[in-house]
């Protein structure tokens, strides 16, 4: 799975872990080629000296070299070349997600907008068990927060939101997310027991967003990769991933945590998708197809009624036309959804049109 060299200029090397510089790497991709970027980037934390616990034992905070810039300024001419290597990658419906602190994560809203992305919403991952503070001088960090942007305004981005509410035990999808921090089996250690990696984000974070916001198929591009977990779950997920890391460590870290990641079958991949997504059938389609017959009766479940004719059209008694058009009238609505609203009998028992209409669909989804 790992590359230790950066591919050729159009090349595409899905499901692999690539060596080098993420700008350098990005560049030789070739345009247009993802449909979704989530990308962890340094925080710049600017620790000044170590950090203690009351027990004066060393916490294990971020102060590896890969997070360390020389100012500022240096942060921000680096942000703006990594995004601007992503974007150039992402398809014109494509989209991005960053995450940060408040360490650096103002500076990349802002360097987003100057690159033409489109923010869609920020969401604020709320920590169920987040590190104390423990000086007591400030108050407890206890989020972070993420960026999801489209390429560009008035882009036809990917967003499954049906998917997402029952995901939410059918509650639309909030942009506060309680999910907990990366602990125990899942937080990946090195041969001496030590973390990994130190920033390493649960899998949970990245179904929400991979779930959410990419299709089966989809490739999604991790620049800064780290251990991996945006592999993981696209693997899972039934997605392409692409990742890039420059430390070897890592790397290898990732790639045997990959190697053991099972995909879900195809049925488990399908989701929830909105109705409007669904193939379109025409109430007609019934009548010629002899699932309702010329002269059949429907039935309101309030008992008005109306009769079925040859050109899928219904007649009661002082109006005629569509399901939609004769179910309105007769309850007096600006509008109806004559699906729901119709039922016809079938022994002794009233049934939704609806039944047959999701017959019809799941045949063409067959073929």
């Given at each position: 799975?790992?590359?230790?060299?950066?591919?050729?200029?159009?090349?595409?090397?899905?499901?692999?872990?690539?060596?080098?510089?993420?700008?350098?790497v990005?560049?030789?991709?070739?345009?247009?080629s993802?449909?979704?970027?989530?990308?962890?980037?340094?925080?710049?934390?600017?620790?000044?000296?170590d950090?203690?616990?009351?027990?004066?034992?060393?916490?294990?905070?971020?102060d590896?070299?890969?997070?360390?810039?020389s100012?500022?300024?240096?942060?921000?001419?680096?942000?703006?070349?990594w995004?601007a290597?992503?974007?150039r990658?992402?398809?014109?419906?494509?989209?991005?997600?960053?995450?940060?602190?408040?360490?650096n994560?103002?500076?990349?809203?802002?360097?987003?907008q100057?690159?033409?992305?489109?923010?869609?919403?920020?969401?604020?991952?709320?920590?169920?068990?987040?590190?104390?503070?423990?000086?007591?001088?400030?108050?407890?960090?206890?989020?972070?927060?993420?960026?999801?942007?489209?390429?560009?305004?008035?882009?036809?981005?990917?967003?499954?939101?049906e998917?997402?509410?029952?995901?939410?035990?059918?509650?639309?999808?909030?942009s506060?997310?309680?999910?907990p921090?990366?602990?125990?089996?899942?937080?990946?250690?090195?041969?001496?027991?030590?973390?990994?990696?130190?920033?390493q984000?649960?899998?949970?974070?990245?179904?929400r967003?991979?779930?959410?916001t990419?299709?089966?198929?989809?490739?999604?591009?991790?620049?800064?990769f780290?251990?991996?977990?945006?592999?993981?779950?696209a693997?899972?997920?039934?997605?392409?991933f692409?990742?890039?890391?420059?430390?070897?460590?890592?790397r290898?870290?990732?790639?045997?945590?990959?190697?053991?990641?099972?995909?879900?079958?195809?049925?488990?991949?399908?989701?929830t998708?909105?109705?409007?997504?669904e193939?379109?059938?025409?109430?007609?389609?019934?009548?010629?197809?002899?699932?309702?017959?010329?002269?059949?009766?429907?039935?309101?479940?309030?008992?008005?009624?109306?009769?079925?004719?040859?050109?899928?059209?219904?007649?009661?008694?002082?109006?005629?036309g569509?399901?939609?058009?004769?179910?309105?009238?007769?309850?007096?609505?600006?509008s109806?959804?004559?699906?729901?609203y119709?039922?016809?009998?079938?022994?002794?028992?009233?049934?939704?049109?609806?039944?047959?209409?999701?017959?019809?669909?799941?045949?063409?989804?067959?073929?």
């Amino acid at each position: 799975m790992t590359k230790t060299k950066a591919p050729g200029a159009q090349a595409l090397p899905l499901n692999s872990i690539l060596d080098g510089d993420c700008i350098e790497v990005m560049r030789s991709l070739p345009e247009a080629s993802v449909d979704l970027i989530f990308a962890d980037p340094p925080y710049n934390l600017q620790l000044r000296g170590d950090l203690h616990r009351p027990d004066n034992s060393r916490v294990d905070a971020v102060d590896d070299d890969w997070d360390q810039f020389s100012s500022f300024g240096a942060y921000d001419t680096f942000t703006k070349n990594w995004l601007a290597a992503a974007r150039r990658l992402l398809k014109p419906n494509g989209a991005i997600w960053v995450i940060g602190s408040y360490h650096n994560v103002f500076r990349l809203g802002a360097e987003l907008q100057n690159q033409g992305f489109w923010i869609l919403n920020d969401v604020v991952w709320r920590k169920s068990n987040p590190m104390p503070n423990f000086r007591g001088k400030r108050l407890t960090n206890a989020h972070e927060t993420l960026i999801w942007a489209s390429k560009q305004e008035g882009a036809k981005y990917t967003f499954n939101y049906e998917a997402l509410k029952e995901l939410n035990e059918g509650i639309q999808m909030r942009s506060d997310w309680v999910l907990p921090i990366c602990t125990g089996h899942e937080r990946i250690k090195d041969a001496s027991g030590d973390k990994a990696h130190p920033t390493q984000k649960p899998e949970s974070l990245l179904h929400r967003v991979i779930l959410g916001t990419t299709n089966p198929g989809d490739v999604v591009l991790d620049p800064f990769f780290g251990t991996g977990t945006t592999g993981a779950v696209a693997k899972m997920l039934g997605r392409e991933f692409i990742g890039i890391e420059r430390e070897e460590a890592y790397r290898k870290v990732a790639a045997k945590r990959i190697e053991n990641v099972r995909k879900f079958d195809k049925e488990a991949l399908q989701v929830t998708t909105p109705k409007r997504a669904e193939p379109r059938v025409a109430f007609g389609v019934l009548v010629e197809r002899g699932m309702l017959r010329p002269g059949e009766r429907l039935f309101s479940p309030r008992g008005k009624t109306a009769k079925v004719r040859a050109d899928g059209t219904l007649i009661g008694e002082d109006v005629k036309g569509s399901i939609h058009k004769v179910g309105a009238h007769l309850e007096g609505a600006p509008s109806c959804n004559g699906w729901t609203y119709w039922h016809f009998k079938k022994d002794g028992k009233d049934i939704p049109i609806d039944i047959l209409r999701q017959q019809i669909r799941a045949e063409m989804r067959e073929n």
